[in-house]
């Protein structure tokens, strides 16, 4: 299983073929863009679950699974008062639990 995180600075779609390249399972992208930001992307069926945590739809959080055997979900303990720090509960090949993190 492979892991990836990359802080893509905004304007993911326009970046991820970078990371693809690395075929990650999973994806925790900080600053990344809204997936309603995607209509047009060519991208868009590479990935097949995309969670995202974010006020602002030009930058958040995404976490994306590229891999269609993993699923991702948020984990009971989130909590909205830590809006940025996302547990999430990894299901597939191997299950785990996975702390996502940004500082937006």
């Known amino acids: 299983m492979r892991l990836l995180t990359w802080n893509s ?3 993911f779609r326009e970046k991820i073929s970078q990371p693809l390249e690395f075929s990650a399972d999973l994806l925790v992208i900080p600053e990344c863009e809204s997936f ?9 069926e590479k990935i097949s679950q995309f969670l995202w945590f974010g006020d602002n739809p030009n930058k ?3 976490v ?7 699923k991702l979900e948020v984990h009971p303990a ?11 509960k990894v299901t597939g090949p191997e299950e ?5 993190y940004t500082h937006c």
């Open 60 to 62: 958040g959080l995404g």
């Open 36 to 44: 309603e930001k995607w209509r047009n992307s060519q991208y868009k």
């Open 64 to 70: 994306m699974a590229l891999n269609s055997q993993y």
């Open 78 to 88: 989130y909590s909205e008062e830590f809006k940025y720090i996302i547990p999430l």
């Open 96 to 100: 785990f639990n996975l702390i996502a």
């Open 9 to 11: 600075a905004m304007k």
